[in-house]
DNA sequence: TTGTACGCGTTATCAT
DNA sequence: ATGATAACGCGTACAA
């Protein structure tokens, strides 16, 4: 049976409201006694029960990332950039791969105090009746939610891509992503480059990643360079697709600008010259992070907002 | 502020101990009160309090995995599968991407009911201040450790190998994995290699991935084809370094046999014929599951148990 | 400065 | 069949 703040109390001679007072330094306490039950308390290996002060306080210090699908290493870097902010912030950060209604009503029952959901489309949409009982954030692309949404602005993203391959002179641009999906970020970049492309009038294709990783990218792209060849100028609508491409691309054939999807520094270690366009992934934790702990300490309601973050564009040189 | 037992009981005009009852079923209740309860408690929206209930029965059903580094997709597929197993076995899993003792620590906090670690070695070891207070069950290799852990026998998976490789009549053998590190399962897989090799009378070479993503055993791969070549008989410390090494592969070499750690389901969709050695990701998950919970249930302490699981051989051929 | 007492939402035991 | 009540561990307003 774990220690308890009466355990401690008996053990010092004092009554246990002391022992909790002294625990969080409050100024209620002399120095003298607020050392010895500190100190008893280590010695007994004390654990604040979470539940108890959760009961008393409506407060867990956790927040709750709904994450269903871990993979790919864009992603992963944002994930460990919201544990270390949310950290900083005096936040637990715990992540559920489950379904993301089942993670969110657990969350709820947990009483955590927010969730923040990566945002993938109708899959990952959680109810009102969910969401009207605990601050929710999300990160994705700006659509109709009840709740507030991170924007990172894809389109422009993918707008700047194809500026920058205009620039250097490419007037077939080949896109790489995944074309089949329900995802709304994948759906966006690629209807940017739809419309962008014609705007300018540049001929572009779009050819099908099937799938958001590196295996899926890779396998693509072998299957179309069997009857194709690629183009100059070419566009990977992620960091792992970019992966996946690079397998197929000769890093020495310097005819060609690539441009991914993606801000992290994962860029920067790879062998073959390549741009990549995105907000920094540190960007989007931090924001995350500030949108929610303000929400949570306001105890305001989740209202639709939408907040952008801007892309910006960066080149990674031949390591 | 969220509806309790108490606002459902004032609806109904019964007694909160009748509403709590009705809600678990429980046999006290007649028919026809319950269904009305449970009606009002759907339509109020009612979420049960885990720490309420927690803090009265000392369950939360909720299981903290400790997984510091959210990347390969052999673990993730692991993972995943813990997940399922843990859902079908009536709990909520939870990761945190935390440092290990702080993960461990705040799990504690949450009462949750046990911790899943996937080890490797001294940097995700929990301390007994820990371990005592909390069911724990590692995934890893055999190590001193005071809590049980399972262990996959990376030695007899890599003695496999080697033996598949010298019947196809492979008498040069390159390795490639991890070589300088402190993760106790690279550490075994690279020095059954050196032994198992001696003792067979076969050559063999240490090929230094760089690093367990697909990513630095490509390029690991690529500086070493700069001035050597590989042999035919090649073993990869894990899928993911096979990802990395087959990039550099002529699908067509039909002189060589690739042998890698890693018993996934992704081994099937690589394009060439390849073998791989190792305890299938469901029966890793199922393993974890049946002893953490048992452990939950009986109560009973941490032991230092070791819990073997043997890997198994498999064909891939090509797609 | 320290102690007492109440309440948080729930379960479980005991009366009714 | 239903209701009253104690207890879980803690925070805090109030009393001493």
Redesign the pocket.
């Given at each position: 049976?774990?220690?308890?703040?009466?355990?401690i109390?008996v053990e010092c001679?004092?009554?246990?409201?002391?022992v909790?007072?002294?625990?969080?330094d409050?100024?209620?306490?002399?120095e003298?006694?607020?050392r010895k039950i500190k100190e008893k308390a280590d010695k007994m290996n004390?654990?604040?029960?979470n539940?108890?002060?959760s009961?008393?306080?409506?407060k867990s210090h956790t927040i709750g990332l709904i994450w269903p699908a871990v993979d790919r290493v864009a992603i992963t870097t944002l994930a460990t950039h919201v544990n270390e902010a949310l950290k900083q912030a005096g936040y637990f950060m715990v992540v559920s791969i489950d379904n993301p209604v089942r993670a969110a009503s657990k969350f709820l029952e947990l009483r955590f105090d927010g969730v923040i959901v990566f945002d993938e489309g109708e899959s990952t949409t959680l109810p009102e009746k969910i969401t009207n009982n605990i601050p929710v954030i999300a990160y994705g692309v700006a659509r109709e939610l009840p709740y507030p949404i991170i924007n990172v602005h894809h389109n422009w993203a993918m707008k700047q891509a194809v500026d920058l391959l205009i620039e250097k002179g490419h007037q077939n641009i080949d896109y790489i992503g995944e074309l089949h999906t329900n995802d709304i970020r994948q759906i966006v970049k690629q209807e940017t480059i739809e419309k962008y492309c014609e705007e300018k009038q540049v001929n572009y294709r779009l050819i099908d990643s099937g799938g958001l990783t590196e295996m899926a990218a890779k396998q693509a792209v072998k299957r179309f360079l069997k009857t194709e060849t690629l183009h100059d100028g070419v566009i990977c609508g992620s960091y792992d697709i970019a992966m996946g491409v690079l397998h197929h691309v000769d890093e020495l054939d310097l005819q060609k600008t690539i441009v991914a999807y993606d801000n992290i520094k994962q860029f920067n270690s790879i062998e073959t010259p390549i741009y990549s366009v995105g907000v920094p992934a540190e960007e989007i934790a931090s924001s995350l992070v500030k949108h929610l702990t303000r929400s949570i300490e306001t105890g305001s309601e989740n209202n639709p907002e939408v907040i952008d973050l801007y892309p910006s564009l960066q080149f990674h040189e031949k390591k």
């Open positions: 049976m774990a220690v308890t703040l009466k355990d109390a001679g004092v009554s246990y409201s002391t909790s007072k002294a625990l969080k409050s100024p209620l306490v002399t003298a006694t607020k004390y654990i604040p029960n539940s108890a002060r009961l008393v306080s409506n």
